[in-house]
């Protein structure tokens, strides 16, 4: 396949942008990866992809527009079903690691946004209250899937859910040390530990995922930007 027939629109720091690129590495896709900056305006690029969401990542393939970066991973499943398989063969399974993933997206990522953006102490307590019952939940689904002594809920390679959980949690991380709190521990989240383990040994993840103290410092350079304008807090449902 020649490398102009895949394209990805993103942003290196995007957890969601991540998602994508495991998925392409995990097939052996070529790809051109056409890069943005985060901290700057949205390009036209952007507004002209995407022009409900004005979002990335923006998947281009064979002269089609793929939005949102759970339907990019599935369309990638899709369009090359040649292992490894990303998604579960067993149609209740697959619609088992929908659910989890949806609920991550839809009740704990925009608690981590808020955890990491706010500005209030109050706010930012309020999400990390939100987030440890959240991550709870994601435990007992962990721990049932993860059991038999799989490491990963691919099981021997990443799977969906490895591929949407697994970008988040280096911003999980940095929330932990900017707010002095552990989400992830020994106690209340063992598996998921064990999980977070498996998933950055992983040989795909080690290839493309940013260094952590890159992460931190880029961290370290959005959360003002986030704070100083005003459209971004109330797109990402940040309130104060």
């Known amino acids: 396949m020649e490398k102009s027939e895949v394209k990805l629109l993103g942003a290196w720091p995007s957890p969601f942008m991540l998602r994508v690129r495991i998925a392409l590495h995990l097939k052996s896709i070529n790809y051109e990866f056409i890069e943005l900056d985060l901290l700057r305006p949205k390009s036209e690029l952007v507004l002209k992809s995407n022009p409900v969401y004005k979002k990335i990542p923006v998947l281009f393939h064979d002269g089609n527009t793929i939005l949102e970066s759970q339907i990019i991973v599935q369309y990638i499943d899709e369009v090359w079903p040649n292992a490894p398989s990303i998604l579960p063969s067993d149609a209740a399974q697959r619609a088992d690691s929908r659910f989890w993933v949806a609920y991550f997206d839809d009740k704990l990522v925009p608690a981590l946004i808020i955890a990491l953006a706010a500005k209030s102490k109050d706010t930012k307590n309020a999400a ?95 959360i003002p930007v986030l704070r100083a304008r005003p459209e971004l807090r109330l797109l990402l449902g940040i309130s104060d």
């Open 128 to 222: 990390i209250a939100e987030l440890e019952p959240g991550l709870v939940h994601l435990e007992e689904a962990a721990s049932t899937k993860l059991s038999k002594g799989k490491a990963l809920f691919g099981g021997e390679n990443l799977g969906y859910m490895d591929i949407a959980l697994g970008p988040f949690l280096v911003w999980i991380g940095i929330i932990e040390k900017l707010n002095g709190v552990k989400l992830l521990n020994e106690t209340n989240t063992p598996s998921l530990l064990r999980w977070a383990d498996s998933f950055f040994s992983h040989a795909v993840v080690k290839t493309i995922f940013p260094e952590v103290e890159k992460l931190i410092e880029f961290a370290m350079m959005l």
